[in-house]
């Protein structure tokens, strides 16, 4: 089982700063596989960035992110209210398909 | 516009078997992968399997234990997990897969193990 872990658990910001956010692999990622959610409290996750640095429809341009092989990460910029929520990474090229456990991003 | 709704019991008994049916409208389930992924309380994501019209995967923690089948004449997908302890309480998602991720998810449905 190919395990991710994510870093820091919890990140806690300013509005206007940056969060990076790190997803590591205990084995390389197929194909770069590798995409990252928001999910907030009582909402369905969201695809945010598909195949490590693809932003999916509709992705304001402040989420990026890049990675390869095992080291991955997701970086938001202008951090604004509405970014406070989870995020997970999830590979899905070899099974079983695995999430990390989370950060936790917090506006001040 | 693509979505997913589960349904099924909210409350099941320890050693029982869970079924949650996902109904898909927007598109068709014969395209694409088809997903159940739940999250235990206070924990991450976790996937349970997946099914496309080629075949099924699961995660090998649950194969013993799960079936995930489609149901093309009603567009629907579902999930029975049988042998439940209280560790399968979760909240439980159907969600679209593709070669780009998961991309369309439902709402969730909560399912609590308890006699």
């Known amino acids: 089982e190919n395990v991710l872990t994510q870093a820091p658990g919890t990140l806690s910001l300013s509005p206007g700063e940056r969060a990076t956010l790190s997803c590591r692999a205990s084995q390389r990622v197929d194909r770069n596989y590798l995409a990252w959610y928001q999910h907030k409290p009582g909402q369905a996750p969201r695809l945010l960035i598909s195949?490590?640095?693809n932003r999916a429809t509709g992705i304001p341009d402040r989420f990026s992110a890049s990675g390869s092989g095992i080291d991955f990460s997701l970086t938001i910029n202008r951090l604004e209210p509405e970014d406070s929520a989870m995020y997970y990474c999830h590979q899905f090229g070899g099974s079983p398909q695995t999430f990390g456990q989370g950060t936790k991003v917090e506006i001040k | 516009q693509v979505q997913l709704q589960e349904s099924g019991p909210g409350l099941v008994k320890p050693s029982g078997t869970l079924s949650l049916t996902c109904s898909v409208s927007g598109v068709s389930i014969r395209t694409h992968s088809w997903s159940w992924i739940r999250q235990p309380p206070g924990k991450g994501l976790e996937w349970i399997g997946s099914i496309s019209y080629s075949g099924t995967t699961y995660n090998p923690s649950l194969t013993t234990r799960i079936t995930i089948s489609l149901d093309t004449s009603k567009n629907q997908f579902s999930l029975n997990l049988n042998s439940l302890t209280a560790a399968d309480t979760a909240l439980y998602y159907c969600?679209?897969?593709?070669?780009?991720?998961?991309?369309?998810w439902g709402q969730g449905t909560r399912v609590t193990v308890s006699s």
């Open positions: 969600a679209r897969s593709t070669l780009t991720g998961v991309d369309y």
């Open positions: 195949r490590t640095s």
